[in-house]
């Protein structure tokens, strides 16, 4: 893994907006969650009922997981999207 920047694309589900971050690769991925949901003005959310998915998966937060340990990679693309599903209509 890369000592300096992490550079990431995530992009928020409710708004379908992709953000550009530059973050350590120790950054939780709580905090990761956190900020993309007060850069895309969802902040007064509550981050818990979101998650964070790369390739697929649910990356998981527990014990301060970092994105280095979740073996996020330069360049890679992150969703946050709500952990409840709307129903179509």
């Known amino acids: 893994m890369t000592a300096?920047?992490?550079?990431?694309?995530?992009?928020?589900?409710?708004?379908?907006?992709?953000?550009?971050?530059?973050?350590?690769?120790?950054m939780r991925i709580s905090a990761l969650k956190q900020a993309v949901l007060d850069r895309a003005s969802l902040g007064k959310r509550v981050?818990?009922?979101?998650?964070?998915?790369?390739?697929?998966?649910?990356?998981?937060?527990?014990?301060d997981r970092t994105l280095e340990g979740a073996g996020i990679v330069p360049n890679a693309a992150l969703i946050?999207?709500?952990?409840?599903?709307?129903?179509?209509?």
């Open 47 to 63: 981050a818990g009922d979101y998650m964070v998915k790369y390739r697929g998966a649910e990356l998981m937060e527990a014990d």
């Open 4 to 26: 300096g920047p992490l550079s990431l694309r995530v992009t928020v589900l409710d708004t379908w907006q992709e953000y550009p971050f530059s973050v350590a690769p120790t």
């Open 80 to 89: 946050v999207l709500s952990r409840k599903r709307n129903p179509s209509k």
